[in-house]
């Protein structure tokens, strides 16, 4: 699967969710359709500190539409940590960090080596 786009809406979800949590990391997985990132999972058991978000891989659907992952940097750093990088091969191709104060232009895509992914955004 590529994906070549998000939702705008999913973008605003992000946003609220990073604001929301705020000072506190957040951390979902990414679902696509036809390419296009249009749906969130919250997986059951997901915890947020100040600098870390937990997921419980074990609760991930069985689902090829999975695309990655997306989660907050509350220190508004939009890059991946060390952390981040361990993670992402296990969760997906295609990751978003969004990052402090949480607007529609705080974030960024990242493949699962770190290398910056242009995403589109889509109505």
């Known amino acids: 699967m590529i994906v070549r786009g998000i939702r705008a809406h999913i973008i605003q979800v992000l946003c609220k969710m990073g604001a929301t949590t705020h000072p506190h990391e957040f951390a979902a997985l990414l679902r ?8 969130l999972d919250l997986l059951p058991g997901t915890l947020g500190g100040e600098s870390h ?3 419980h891989l074990d609760m991930m659907p069985l ?3 999975i695309a990655g992952s997306a989660h907050s940097h509350p220190n508004g750093v939009i890059r991946p940590s060390y952390a981040d990088l361990t993670f992402f091969p296990r969760a997906g191709r ?6 402090y104060p949480y ?9 699962t080596d770190g290398s910056v992914y242009p995403l589109e ?3």
């Open 53 to 55: 978000a937990t997921m």
């Open 32 to 39: 696509e359709e036809g390419g296009i990132i249009s749906e």
């Open 121 to 123: 955004v889509v109505e």
């Open 63 to 65: 689902d090829t539409h």
């Open 103 to 111: 607007r529609t232009i705080d974030w960024q895509c990242f493949l």
């Open 94 to 99: 295609y990751h978003i960090i969004i990052g």
